[in-house]
């Protein structure tokens, strides 16, 4: 994974019995709770155009280390978030060989949907990871793919920005917020300012998690007139962290370059195909001299700045702006009205497999795009700062924006 202090890696199947998700390089005493997480993952929960079954899913999240009494211990943190549906797949998901047998049978509920998701899904979705997954893993059908191709992998990514995000909070005051800035042909209107980090229980309440009532109302209707018409939609999201402190990433190699590093962990998100730091792509059309922001004035270690336009990196480096990022949903691939494709067990024409899903993911997305910010930013920070604990990467942070405040004393 992309990053120099923090590592994290998670594991697990959409329908298996429980996600993991580790992360190694937290320093001691971040203040961090099971209430704290099981917020993140329920915000992940929430909007508009989900299919069923984020209704009757629960995540059951477990910390199996890494934790003590509401505190970081230095230790890997280890995380489980198990899936309460795992007694309907057992046994499609069994990890030990089952009887052909079993996968016939519809666990005595006499419901077809029992029985489909036992066969072998052999029509690839376009736009899934079903085609390319089978062709490079040697498989006969796409269950296997989909499994962990599947975005239920982001509930552990969500787990695990919410301890970065604590970490972020208490050694560097750092606040993240997420919002929908476009779904499909909806998009916020340009003069709407940013939420800041408090509008987050707003947020949380709008049905698209988006801060303007009106373009909030249009949203949700453009996602009910796909779903009546058996179709899908994308749109974008932007996370804006502010309190970031001057001087997180670096220019001198590829890989510090904070930029580089949101990028690369957004494009990661299932379904992103597009990944904006500030006004990224408007920048593109403009002329120098109105794409920059102007210093204004550089005094004491606080620097005013005309606007945000860089979205709080220059040479891939934090300037002490917010960090503004955008990242670009495709719509979803599992379309109702499904697209072509070739049936893999037999090469014949058909169409691509359509058990149930959402609409519009865009909503959740967002807050996972929060989860990847924070994980990057978290990753930067302890780059920056060091130190085993809390009060000793505090300090770090502290004695070095004391020179930065030294050296700007006129
Ligand atoms: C929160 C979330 C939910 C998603 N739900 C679905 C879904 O229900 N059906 C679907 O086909 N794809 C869904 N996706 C997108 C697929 O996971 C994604 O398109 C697939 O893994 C292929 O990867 P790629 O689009 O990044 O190339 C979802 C993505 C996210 C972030
Ligand atoms: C379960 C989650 O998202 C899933 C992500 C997903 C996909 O293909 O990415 C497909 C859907 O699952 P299924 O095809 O089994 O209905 C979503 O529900 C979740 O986010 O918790």
Redo the contacts with the bound molecule.
Sequence with gaps: MIGAMLHWMTAGESHGEALTAVVDGVPAGVEITSEDIREALARRRLGHGR?ARQSFERDELRILGGIRHGRTIGSPVSLQIGNSEWPRWSTVMSADPVEAEALLVDAGTGDERELARNRPLTRP?P???DLPGMLKYDLPEARPVLER???RE?AARVALGAVAEALLAQVAGIRLVSHVVRVGTVALPEDVAAPQPQDTARLDADPVRCTDPATSAAMVSLIDEARKAGDTLGGVVEVVATGVPVGLGSHVQADRRLDARLAGALMS?????GVEVGDGFAQAQLRGSAAHDEILSVRSGGVSRASNRAGGVEGGISNGSPVRVRAA??P???VPRALRTVDMATGEEATGLHQR??TC?VV??AV?AQAMTALVLADALTDKTGGDSVVQARSSLVSYLDRVAERTRW
Excluded: E, L, W, Y
Aim: hydrophobic share 40%; aromatic share 4%; net charge positive.
């Design positions: 299919g979705r736009g899934h990871a191709a599947s975005a982001t998100i299932q379904a992103v195909k949903f495709k979803i691939s599992t899903s959402d993911a959740p997305g996972i």
